[in-house]
């Protein structure tokens, strides 16, 4: 990824030097003040939702809500370890809540779902962190009032909905294309059962 951006920009810098040299160093110098501002925006949002986030940790509403989703877990993920499912539930209640101490859940959820020999889970554990769903999208709130949004809060109920609907979709999508390849499996398998059995036929005519 750095070699592409770096690569992005060179190319974007050279063409501009090329097109318009006027407005080259005019363009570099509010493209930095615009990308420090974003940070510094995203610093902020960060900081103060990791501290509502370890509110939540500490008074146990991350565990409760993680209680909740236990049984779920042990359907969707089809295990058997309480352990692996646990540190799951861990992970999408973090996730929903916004929380930073998602990732080392999941990682622990992972390493139990290796150890089970459980390649469904750990597939489908990585499609739900990739699908990004959040209860709260506050990141893009926050990037909406700081860039000037008189209604940055618009976001929310459309982010939702979007973000469900991904949820959804990728996660049938997954069931589907799973289920396809266990049958192609399958038949590959009986073929070359198949193919074994009618060799051995021949050897013993």
């Not at 005019?26 to 420090?36: D, E, H, M, N």
């Not at 370890?54 to 877990?73: D, I, Q």
Request: aromatic residues 8%.
């Amino acid at each position: 990824m750095n070699a592409a951006f770096t690569a992005i920009f060179i190319i974007s810098a050279a063409l501009l030097a090329v097109a318009a040299p006027q407005d080259f160093l005019s363009a570099l110098t509010s493209g930095a003040r615009s990308s420090a501002a974003a940070a510094l925006t995203l610093f902020c949002v960060y900081a103060v939702w990791m501290g509502i986030s370890a509110v939540a940790e500490r008074c146990g509403a991350t565990k409760k809500c993680a209680k909740l989703l236990r049984p779920l877990c042990f359907k969707i993920f089809k295990s058997g370890s309480p352990e692996a499912c646990d540190a799951a539930a861990m992970n999408i209640t973090s996730n929903l809540l916004g929380a930073g101490a998602s990732t080392p859940f999941a990682v622990k959820a992972i390493e139990h779902f290796d150890a089970e020999g459980n390649e469904h889970a750990k597939r489908l554990l990585f499609l739900i962190n990739c699908t990004g769903f959040q209860l709260v999208p506050a990141t893009v709130m926050a990037l909406r009032a700081g860039m000037g949004s008189s209604s940055a809060a618009d976001i929310f109920l459309p982010s939702l909905i979007c973000s469900a609907a991904t949820l959804a979709l990728s996660v049938t999508a997954f069931i589907i294309a799973e289920k396809i390849c266990a049958r192609m499996r399958a038949r590959v398998r009986t073929g070359k059962t198949g193919g074994a059995k009618k060799r051995s036929a021949r050897w013993r005519l």
